[in-house]
């Protein structure tokens, strides 16, 4: 006659918690198909675009309309880009730097140390000065461009960089005070107080303590003014006239004909003036994704 051993509570609990583990972990296993085509069709939505201004930038202006838009050209021409870069296209490139640097280095300055003030700070100046900072977000720059205009012509700056540098610089500080103030404000307070203990005065811990824990977030705010800057057309139509003046996004109208464009021509000048916005990126890759992660996480 068979016995059955009597089970222990341990063995029962083991035997009944395995069941619904060993399921878990079956259902956890499945593939998220569905999140899988939706991220190839991203994937294509992004890429198609950067493929097709790629191989156009090799093709003649000739063939271009009698040829398939995503076939790539059997023979590599860089005439288009030859054009490019004989039509002025070290000059307008120099201005984007120039219009850039000058933008980001105070705007990211300015707004670093009001960033710290607002945070470190007491008193109904500063609060008020923060909400200031934040009704800048509310306003767009094209609300904004006939006054921006007129305070440009009384300044007599107008058809110069600095007509587009210091507007761009009032609009790169809200967000950027926003940004960096969350950031400094996660900083332990213990740390600040340390420093004040051994001495040190509010200059030196905000370049010395601040400064490096918010370096993330310093290259992100960079980033993305720099974007928005090197890829700004609006100021530059408004506020230039002469040719020798104009940006990178302003002199594709170089190619731009009364009675055609040249398309090869312009995804040439498009594809060189990315270039730098990559290298960029690719310089400050790491301190962007942590800014962007510890963004995201807070």
């Known amino acids: 006659m068979a016995t ?3 089970t222990t509570g ?31 069709v991203w994937l294509a939505i992004v890429i198609i675009p950067i493929y097709w201004l790629v191989i156009t930038s090799f093709k003649l202006q000739a063939n271009y309309f009698g040829s398939n838009p995503l076939k790539p050209p059997t023979d590599l021409d860089f005439s288009n880009y030859k054009m490019v870069l004989d039509n002025d296209f070290a000059s307008y490139f120099v201005n984007s730097v120039v219009v850039a640097a000058g933008t980001l280095i105070p705007a990211v300055l300015i707004s670093f140390m009001a960033a710290y003030a607002i945070v470190r700070g007491e008193g109904l100046f500063l ?48 967000l950027s005070v926003l940004v960096l103030s969350n950031f400094i404000r996660d ?27 918010t370096r993330p977030a310093l290259v992100t705010v960079a980033i993305y003014n720099g974007l928005q800057v090197w890829n700004g057309f609006l100021l530059p139509l408004i506020m230039l006239t002469s040719p020798s003046k104009r940006t990178l996004p302003l002199a594709l109208w170089t190619f731009q004909g009364q009675y055609g464009v040249n398309v090869p021509a312009i995804a040439a000048s498009v ?10 990126y690719v310089v400050g890759r790491r301190q962007l994704l942590s800014g962007l992660t510890a963004g995201f996480s807070k």
Request: proline share 8%; no cysteine; net charge positive.
């Open 4 to 6: 059955t051993l009597p």
């Open 271 to 280: 594809v060189l003036s990315t270039l730098p916005i990559l290298v960029l």
């Open 187 to 213: 900083v332990p307070k213990e740390l600040f107080e340390s420093m004040r203990v051994d001495g040190a005065s509010e200059w030196a811990m905000l370049w010395r303590l601040a400064f490096p824990l």
């Open 10 to 40: 341990t063995e029962k609990l083991s035997s009944s918690a395995g069941g619904p583990t060993r399921r878990r972990r079956r259902g956890g296993e499945r593939p998220n198909w569905l999140g899988g085509l939706l991220g190839w």
């Open 127 to 174: 609060k008020s000065t923060n909400s200031l900072f934040l009704m800048g977000l509310a306003i767009p720059l094209q609300a904004t461009i006939i006054p921006v205009y007129l305070i440009i012509i009384k300044l007599h700056l107008y058809d110069t960089l600095l007509a587009l540098i210091l507007p761009s610089i009032a609009f790169a500080i809200p």
